[in-house]
């Protein structure tokens, strides 16, 4: 993703604008460098787009939305939720975009510190595009969780609402009978986007000319059928979304016909080491996807962090991912009852990577799919919102270094009061934890995870769905929320006036 480095470059032209002129410190002619140490600041402004939930008339969908307290944040700001056109929409006339405006947003964002809920049925719920400012920029996350009860992609899907970017991989896709699989683009700006769509298969990159130029109009959202880019029948597949202007949000639908459906968010940016965080530990099969997009073949060793230490699964010590080419390798019952986490490093040459695991929980006509894309740390602070007592699992892995965790509990959308909880994570393990709730919780809550001390922290949280007969769940990454920015110091100048 390559939103950091334009987000360095706001922060800094809005520091400029505030003070007036200003000059970043410099080395002295001595040679040493005197250069004052960045800042860490609260981000001003963030962006989400939630994909269009269901085209079933059985989809519930809830929204959560929150924002945890961060210090240094403006006590001023709001954020909001509004309805995205769809493409055919276009053409909607003035009275038809009053009427929007007028309409209540199916989640109202509130306070740091306070999540906020709301739902919605059936098959026409639209996308959402979000925006927050000023205090409730910072790590604002927004949880959208679909329950269908029947049909294709039956059970629980969920996806963490995402920002806006120019790069998306999603391996772990599908084209082969049975599976329906969409591509989802949302665009929150003003000016129309230009996307490219690849797909690549077991034997490399899929021909087609309709994704090519997939132009979506400001402020919509598109949704398009793999099986109508490419005509090929791939049971594994690597989705690659690049922008050639403007910008979108991204996200893959995979539904199933036997084993439900989820979404697929983006993967880690490649990289030549991944971690897959939090595979479920009753996960009945388990299909690690893999593709790297250079030009040179890539050789990974496999290990699970459990939460005795690093092990090699059994028959699957190395994988082989062929360049430009999308390879899938089953690891059956990995986790053998037993929390987990995927290492994946390599054995040779550095070579970077995009991979992602399906999942699968259940047997019989009760199996339900989810999916774990590589992520990247926890960071600073990472948050994950509709978490449920009794349904809730969050998942810590230390593949490093060993590294202390603090994990915070909020109040819920209608009552209770926060919990915290510490935790330490041995090296090169996966632990399951007791996340903490809320006292007296009503509702829903969102978890905040932190990185106290040691190592990177990678996690996951796994919801699962209200009937206990059913396996169904959903599985959200927490990557570091970027609610915390690095900008430069800089000090007032007036000389500058003089040049």
Known sequence: MKRTTLSLIACATALAAVTGFAAVSAPDGSGT????????????????????????????????????????????????????ETAADGGKDEKDDKDDKDEKPVVQPKAPGTPAAGETTGADTPALIGTAEGGTAPGWTVQQTTEVAAGTGRGLQGVNCTAPDTEFWFPGASTATGRTDYVHLTNPDD??????????????????????????????????????????????????????????????????????????????DPASELVLPGIPKDATAVRLVLFTPGGTDADLKVRLASPSGLITPAGHETVHVKAGMTTGVDLGEVTRGEAGSLVLTPTDGAVPVVAAVRVVRGKGDEQES????????????????????????????????????????SAGTEG?????????????????????????????????VETVSGGPVHASRILTGSDDDVAAFTVQTLPDDRGMVSVPNADEDLKVLQK
Do not use: M
Not at 374 to 383: H, L
């Open 33 to 84: 460098d005197t250069a004052a140490p960045a800042a860490r600041l609260p981000v001003e402004r963030t962006s989400l787009l939630c994909p269009a939930p269901s085209t079933s008339d059985l989809a519930e969908t809830a929204y959560t939305s929150f924002t945890p307290v961060t210090k240094g944040a403006d006590e001023k700001g709001d954020a909001q939720l509004t309805t995205a």
């Open 191 to 268: 000016s129309a986007a230009v996307v490219d769509i690849e797909l690549y298969g077991k034997d490399g990159a899929l021909k087609s000319t309709v994704g090519e130029g997939v132009t979506v109009p400001p402020h919509t959202s598109e949704s398009l059928l793999l099986s109508t880019l490419s005509e090929v029948k791939e049971t594994d597949l690597t989705v690659h979304v690049g922008v050639r202007s403007g910008r979108v949000g991204a996200a893959v639908q995979a539904l199933d016909d036997k084993t439900g459906g989820d979404w697929l968010t983006a993967a880690a």
């Open 370 to 409: 989810a999916f774990v894309p590589a992520s990247d740390p926890v960071g600073a602070r990472a948050t994950v919102a509709d978490n449920r007592a009794k349904s809730t699992t969050l998942a810590l892995s230390a593949p490093g270094e060993a590294a202390k965790v603090k994990a915070t509990a």
């Open 416 to 448: 209770g009061a926060p919990a915290t909880k510490t935790y330490t994570i041995k090296a090169g393990t996966t632990q399951n934890v007791d996340a903490p709730v809320p006292a007296g919780l009503k509702g829903s809550y969102a978890l905040t």
